[in-house]
């Protein structure tokens, strides 16, 4: 079933030919947009890359993901490419969000895409960070890579060599240009914040490349160990674990547009399929249904949010409660459960021969509390607001607003 937040999408690159490109959309208001620039050996539907554009939408983020010139789905010869007509790829992306939704604020990059991204931002006024995964410092990465064409390209102008499993056709301009452009002067110019992923057991591209770009780069400035990922992240924990740090990273450095949603309010937006965007205050964040009933997972369920209001309402209140007494309450932990019964299956209920909405609510107290004080707890637990007002009479007025 198609993701009704893709879209496919399709824009002139540097050299004028169309590139493929995908742009995933959060189900409510964007609050910023990305471009992620993949590896010269992948493409734009490269899981690692899929998972971390998913994380970013979660968080309002709109992320663009596109095929270089001569890759995966787009026009044109790789053959025919520099790492100069690459960052002008990278660039045509940017001004295509521009255009339709929003300048990038954020540029990612995996591996040489990495590169590209270093390269672009400061032709980007709008870039605030970049984040690089796996990205060389130099092109001796590169060279390596070629092994024995090497001197092909350098004495026949070209060779045909194989990267990961693909041919590629490597021209001698390829590599003088990206000569060029990899240097310690360029990566300190670039003016961003910049976030660095990299495994120390990255077979590819060295983790000394990781080192390099740390040394050159100015603050602010960080790093992250990708401790036992390979270099395409295809284990799915190492790209959950880089998709969840980059979106909070994300936060502090990339100017994030929020809905205007007065106080004691709460919008929620849907545009197609089961997911919803919710906006409470300045807090945004997605609501579901799991993938068995058509949803998509990637948020709580409603009765899940359900749960966690009565939850947190709970622990709150006891938790006031016993800083009010002084009682040395250390923690609160309540687990909740929500299931529909036969009336006749509860001991409390009037009905008879309908089902019933039953939660259950089971409290742990830590802390050196006797035993009238536990039970204390437990009165006081009932007085929290969220479970007086699922236990009183509640209206619900709707209308239909044009």
Known sequence: MADPNEETITFPGADGHQLAAVLERPPGPIRACAVFAHCFTCS??????????????????????????????????????????NVADLVAAADWLREHHAAPSLLIGHSLGGA?????????????????????????????????????????????????????????????????????????????????????????????????????????????SLDGADHLLSNP????????????????????????????????????GLQQHVQAGPHAFL??????????ATGPTPYDLLLAALGSCTTMTLRMYANHKKWPLEAVRVTLQHERRHAEDCDDCEKTGKKIDVLT??????????????????QIADKCPVHKTLHGEIHVESELVS
């Open 44 to 85: 734009k539907d490269l899981r690692a890359l899929r998972r971390i554009a998913d994380a970013l939408v979660g968080h309002g983020i709109a992320t663009l993901r596109f095929d270089f010139t001569g890759l995966g789905e787009s026009e044109g010869e790789f053959a025919d490419t520099t790492f100069s007509s």
């Open 116 to 224: 590209a991204c270093l390269a672009a931002a400061p032709r980007i006024e709008e870039v605030k960070a970049v984040a690089t995964i796996g990205a060389p410092a130099d092109p001796e990465h590169v060279e390596k890579l070629l092994a024995g064409s090497k001197d092909e390209i350098e004495k026949e102008g070209e060779a045909e060599v194989k990267i990961a499993g693909r041919r590629f056709r490597i021209r001698k301009q390829f590599l003088d240009d990206l000569r060029e452009h990899c240097s310690a002067e360029r990566i300190a110019k670039i003016g961003r914040a910049l976030l660095l992923f990299h495994s120390p057991q990255d077979n590819v591209v060295g983790i000394e490349n990781a080192k390099a770009i740390y040394q050159a780069a100015r603050h602010p400035k960080s790093f992250v």
């Open 237 to 272: 924990a190492d790209a959950g674990y880089v998709a969840n740090v980059l979106a909070a990273w994300a936060e502090r450095y990339v100017p994030m547009a929020t809905a205007e949603v007065e106080e004691g309010y709460v919008v929620v937006e849907g545009r197609q």
């Open 287 to 296: 609501a579901d249904e799991p993938k068995s009933v058509g949803g998509t």
């Open 361 to 378: 609510r089971r409290i742990e107290i830590e802390g050196e509390l006797d035993e009238e004080q536990r039970k204390r707890m437990m």
